[in-house]
């Protein structure tokens, strides 16, 4: 990409890191460190890769993304309305009673959400049934998924990963958000996932690893899976969780819990400043 198309998915992504703290704050809880961590990815899809329209969000046609670790869906609403699909005004109710933007994505009254997600590991099932519905039906829509790395201990993971494999879902991207951080600490303290890149690889993925906050290697890496035959692809983005807001920065406090009045407005100042940054 050119550095006018670089400049205009940083600053996207800017934007949807603060409409993902502005909702967590309003809804006075939620995930956004793992939400922050994913935001680039997200903007890479939903403003780069991804054949979606906003004005047809169930067009048969379409690309579909299934958000497997859904807690963070404050990021992918943030994108959701930035591209269109409803207004912003939606965040600002996040999680409250009657909205329509819940804790979890909900694919029957969220428009642009594909699946609705929530319950660790079952998310790449899904995204699975996409891939493999859409090779039946002669589709070339390709179906996009993001797995937590604490998501990777779930074992319907792995069962959904021998799925893939068998049925040589090539129109399946899985990323894997790589922040090392889950709700009880340290990914590698909780149960341990070293050599992730060998067990993808074991179960039949072409395996890319990336830092996940570069967007020059987010591209190279989901060209190089649009290339990648009769196998899926994982790709392994090594992330900051909290990433864009210093005191969230690799905090796993921050995993589930919402910034009170002065956390919020140290957060938007900085994320305020990034955006001016790239605007000047």
């Given amino acids: 990409m050119d550095k006018s198309e670089l400049l205009e998915l940083k600053k996207t992504a800017c934007k949807v890191r603060s409409w993902t703290v502005e909702g967590v704050f309003n809804a006075k809880s939620g995930h956004p460190g793992g939400s922050l961590s994913a935001a680039d990815i997200i903007t890479y899809l939903y403003f780069r890769e991804m054949k979606v329209d906003p004005k047809d969000p169930k067009n048969p046609d379409r690309d579909r993304f299934v958000l497997s670790k859904g807690h963070c869906c404050p990021a992918l609403y943030a994108a959701l309305a930035l591209k269109g699909f409803f ?76 799925f893939a494999s068998h049925y040589k879902l090539d129109n399946l991207t899985v990323f894997v958000d790589y922040n090392g951080l889950q709700i009880d600490g340290t990914v590698e303290d909780v149960a341990g996932l070293s050599a992730i890149d060998e067990k993808f690889s074991s179960f039949g993925f072409e395996v890319i690893t990336i830092d996940g906050h570069d967007f020059d290697q987010i591209e190279a890496a989901v060209n190089k899976a649009k290339q990648t035959k009769d196998k899926p692809t994982v790709i392994i983005a090594k992330t900051v969780k909290g990433k864009g807001v210093s005191f969230m920065e690799n905090k796993v406090g921050w995993h589930g819990k919402a910034p009170n009045a002065d956390e919020y407005k140290i957060a938007m100042d900085e994320l305020s400043a990034q955006l001016k940054a790239l605007e000047a």
């Fill in 87 to 162: 207004s912003t005004d939606e965040i600002k109710v996040l999680r409250h009673i009657g909205a329509m933007l819940q804790g979890h994505p909900d694919m029957k009254n969220t428009p642009g959400v594909d699946m609705s997600s929530g319950s660790l590991g079952q998310g790449i099932s899904a995204a699975c049934g996409m891939a493999l519905a859409g090779k039946l039906s002669s589709k070339d829509y390709r179906v996009f998924a993001m797995l937590g790395d604490g998501e990777c201990e779930e074992g319907q993971v792995w069962e959904a990963a021998m």
